[in-house]
């Protein structure tokens, strides 16, 4: 089984740079930097969506996804918590009977 190939932020930057910039093509900056076609096209997407964000690195989330993330802990934890009193309720209603 392959790995998958990991680019820095610097290396993302300087090839959305040879498209945005210097004006190459997204095909031939690929082809270039050995880079399929579709990725260089998302990192073109992502850099310009936000540019102080964008390739934050490995295991480092944009606040967003930081957000998102506790978001769903939170749910996951709510939910147990409202099933043990859903069962709760049930047992004591048994017992009461």
């Keep these: 089984?392959?790995?998958?190939?990991?680019?820095s932020r610097e290396f993302k930057l300087e090839a959305v740079k040879l498209v945005k910039n210097r004006g190459v093509s997204v095909a031939q900056a690929s082809r270039d930097l050995d880079v399929h076609e579709n990725v260089l096209r998302k990192w073109v997407r992502e850099l310009a969506a936000d540019p102080?964000?964008?390739?934050p690195g490995q295991g480092v989330m944009k606040p967003e996804q930081a957000e998102i993330e506790r978001l769903k802990k939170e749910n996951a934890k709510l939910r147990?918590?409202?099933?043990?009193?859903?069962?709760a309720a049930a047992y004591f209603a048994r017992e009461s009977m």
């Design 80 to 87: 147990m918590e409202r099933d043990l009193l859903k069962k």
């Design 52 to 55: 102080q964000q964008a390739f």
């Design 1 to 7: 089984m392959e790995k998958r190939r990991q680019f």
